[in-house]
T-cell receptor, first 112, second 114 residues
Framework: DAGITQSPRHKVTETGTPVTLRCHQT?????MYWYRQDPGHGLRLIHY???????DKGEVSDGYSVSRSKTEDFLLTLESATSSQTSVYFC???????????FGEGSRLTVL | SQKIEQNSEALNIQEGKTATLTCNYT??????LQWYRQDPGRGPVFLLL?????KEKRKERLKVTFDTTLKQSLFHITASQPADSATYLC?????????????FGSGTRLSIRP
C-alpha cells in the first residue's frame, strides 16, 4: 500500500460549479501527479508537482488548476466544471529511483 | 505525434493457457517500458519495468520483452488463472526523474475463463 488517499471518491455536480479533489500521501515523495482516465484514451496527465508550490502542466491541463502547499497534499480544482470533465481522476506519486508510479484509488466525477 | 497502441481492447483465453498482450509505439524513444494491472474501480498497480537495453524480464509467471527495433513490447502471463483477469496497461517512460513524460496505452482487458 503506497499510502495515497483521494477524496472524495465519488462526486456528482452540476455544470458551472467549482470542484476540488484532494490527494494525500504519507510517503514524503517529491513528485505528485493528477491523471484523468477515459474510455479509449488511457491515462492522461493533467498537472504534476515537483515540490511544494512547484507545479507544471501536463497534456490536458485546460480547465484545471492545482496547488501544493504541503508535501503531502496535492489539490486539483475545476474552477467551473463542464460535462467534458466527467471522468475518473487518479492521483499518483513516483519513485524517482525506480520510475514506478503508485496510484490512488481514484475519484469518479460526474458533471451534469 | 507520439502514439502508443495496445493490440486489442479485450482478450479472452482459457485458464492454463499463456496470455500474450502487445504494446506498439511510434514517434517515441523510451528509456523504459512499464506494465501495470488495473482492476475495476481501482487504481493501476505497477507490475514490471524493462529498460531499452534489456530484451526480456521475468517475474514469477510474468514475462516482458522489449524490441526497440520493432518498437514493440510483449507481455506474457503463463499458466493463466481467472484471478489474472484485469485490464493491463503499458506505459512508455523516457527515464527522467519526473514521470511527467510517461505516456500510457488505453489498456487491454484480459478475461481468463475457467
Amino acid at each position: 500500500d503506497a499510502g495515497i488517499t483521494q477524496s472524495p471518491r465519488h462526486k456528482v455536480t452540476e455544470t458551472g460549479t467549482p470542484v476540488t479533489l484532494r490527494c494525500h500521501q504519507t510517503e514524503n515523495h517529491r513528485y505528485m501527479y493528477w491523471y484523468r482516465q477515459d474510455p479509449g484514451h488511457g491515462l492522461r496527465l493533467i498537472h504534476y508537482s515537483y515540490g511544494v508550490k512547484d507545479t507544471d502542466k501536463g497534456e490536458v491541463s485546460d480547465g484545471y488548476s492545482v496547488s501544493r502547499s504541503k508535501t503531502e497534499d496535492f489539490l486539483l480544482t475545476l474552477e467551473s466544471a463542464t460535462s467534458s470533465q466527467t471522468s475518473v481522476y487518479f492521483c499518483a506519486i513516483s519513485d524517482t529511483n525506480t520510475g514506478e508510479l503508485f496510484f490512488g484509488e481514484g475519484s469518479r466525477l460526474t458533471v451534469l | 505525434s507520439q502514439k502508443i497502441e495496445q493490440n486489442s481492447e479485450a482478450l479472452n483465453i482459457q485458464e492454463g493457457k499463456t496470455a500474450t498482450l502487445t504494446c506498439n509505439y511510434t514517434n517515441y524513444s523510451p528509456a523504459y517500458l512499464q506494465w501495470y494491472r488495473q482492476d475495476p474501480g481501482r487504481g493501476p498497480v505497477f507490475l514490471l519495468l524493462i529498460r531499452e537495453n534489456e530484451k526480456e524480464k521475468r517475474k514469477e509467471r510474468l514475462k516482458v520483452t522489449f524490441d526497440t527495433t520493432l518498437k514493440q513490447s510483449l507481455f506474457h502471463i503463463t499458466a493463466s488463472q481467472p484471478a489474472d483477469s484485469a485490464t493491463y496497461l503499458c506505459a512508455l517512460d523516457k527515464g527522467y526523474s519526473s514521470a511527467s513524460k510517461i505516456i500510457f496505452g488505453s489498456g487491454t482487458r484480459l478475461s481468463i475463463r475457467p
